[in-house]
């Protein structure tokens, strides 16, 4: 994604295109993990010194609003952020809590007035498991480890 391509998505989406809004979605459109918002705050500083914490998790909070940033919750650990580009789901790693691309497939939408009142903005899937680092280190661990004798009471 290239300035001007930048620039349109935040006037689309009814932002203006402040520098520090701007250095952080060119930071995320770049990156090629999924960084915590503290590490989106260091490598935006980095970048922009004028940029506070405060401006960069105000910042994020209305990218993701606007629609232009995705949110990724991993359980008991920092949320992670994801530019939005082309369209896909994610694998969360249960050990690391590595966020990774995974392909899109369309999701069924809920049948209408399954879901009441509520108003449906977009579904994802999102897979847990080991990831493909965590995966051999969960097995080598497992064969290891002794079945336990079972005692009769008695």
């Not at 990218?63 to 530019?83: M, P, S, T």
């Not at 069924?108 to 995966?135: M, N, Q, Y």
Request: a positive charge; one cysteine or more; glycine letters at 6%.
């Amino acid at each position: 994604m290239d300035t001007d391509t930048i620039r349109r998505s935040l006037d689309r989406s009814g932002l203006r295109c402040t520098p520090q809004r701007y250095a952080l979605m060119a930071f995320l459109v770049e990156c090629k993990r999924h960084p915590t918002a503290a590490e989106i705050f260091e490598a935006v500083n980095r970048m922009d010194p004028r940029s506070s914490r405060a401006t960069t998790y105000n910042n994020l909070r209305d990218l993701v609003e606007a629609g232009l940033v995705r949110e990724v919750a991993v359980e008991g650990r920092a949320a992670r952020f994801d530019a939005k580009g082309m369209r896909h789901h994610h694998f969360i790693c249960d050990r690391c809590g590595d966020v990774e691309d995974m392909e899109w497939y369309d999701v069924p939408t809920p049948a209408s007035g399954s879901l009441g009142k509520r108003v449906l903005r977009e579904s994802e899937v999102i897979f847990r498991g080991l990831c493909a680092k965590c995966a051999p280190r969960h097995a080598s661990v497992h064969r290891h480890i002794k079945p336990r004798r079972r005692v009769k009471a008695g």
